[in-house]
Each structure stands twice: as structure tokens, then as C-alpha cells.
Nanobody, 126 residues
Framework: QVHLVESGGGLVQPGGSLRLSCAASGGSFTTYSLAWFRQAPGKDREFVAAIKRYGGATAYADAVKGRFTISRDNARSTVYLQMNSLITEDTAVYYC???????????????????WGQGTQVTVSS
């Protein structure tokens, strides 16, 4: 299995940008599908974005489509989440996740992933 560590969170103003990173170790990174989820105060964890193994198909939540971009650098065993045009509703703890054998139709499902990072806080505020 793979160990995941998120980084890059912080405080940004509305309209700003932030780039999250999730470094993986202990597994065959290229064979894992990767995803980002988030959990805001008082809300359930929700899907944000995913990218299939090897850098194939991607999926985005409607709330972030057009603003966020998921990418992966297989040579560095790292998945990224570029967040642009941030709004206060994006404030949450962001988690990365990895799963083996994730089919394209289930990229958005948390149950498809069995490896999770501990999260990084993103706060969008003036």
C-alpha cells in the first residue's frame, strides 16, 4: 500500500490561487488512481477531483469544474491540485486518496480509494 502526505495548504484571499501537493511513498504510484476530497466545517467529506492511473481520465466535482485542475507527476510520485479563483466555500481540509483498480465510472466515489492522507487545511478568507 501507499503512504500519502499532503502539503501546500494555507490562507489565501478570495480570487487567489493555491497549489496542493500529495507525495506518495511505499507503492507503485503509476498504477494508482488518485483523487482529492475535502471536508468543510459541519459538512460531510465531498469529492473534488480525480485522475486515473498513469494520468488517464479525470473527473471533477461541479463545484470546482473550470477552477481546479488535477495532475500527476509519476516521476516524482506526486499528485497536484491547482486551485484558481478560490472562493470562501472552498475552505476545507483537503485530503488526497489513492486506489488500485479504480474504474473510470467510480473515480468520484470515496469507497474506491483505500489509501488516504491526513489532510491539509485550505482557508479562503479576506
Amino acid at each position: 500500500q501507499v503512504h500519502l502526505v499532503e502539503s501546500g495548504g494555507g490562507l489565501v484571499q478570495p480570487g487567489g490561487s493555491l497549489r496542493l501537493s500529495c507525495a506518495a511513498s511505499g507503492g507503485s504510484f503509476t498504477t494508482y488512481s488518485l483523487a482529492w476530497f475535502r471536508q468543510a466545517p459541519g459538512k460531510d467529506r465531498e469529492f473534488v477531483a480525480a485522475i486515473k492511473r498513469y494520468g488517464g481520465a479525470t473527473a471533477y466535482a461541479d463545484a470546482v469544474k473550470g477552477r481546479f485542475t488535477i495532475s500527476r507527476d509519476n516521476a516524482r510520485s506526486t499528485v497536484y491540485l491547482q486551485m484558481n479563483s478560490l472562493i470562501t466555500e472552498d475552505t476545507a481540509v483537503y485530503y488526497c486518496a489513492a486506489g488500485m483498480g479504480v474504474i473510470t465510472s467510480t473515480l468520484r466515489a470515496g469507497s474506491a480509494y483505500n489509501n488516504w492522507g491526513q489532510g491539509t487545511q485550505v482557508t479562503v478568507s479576506s
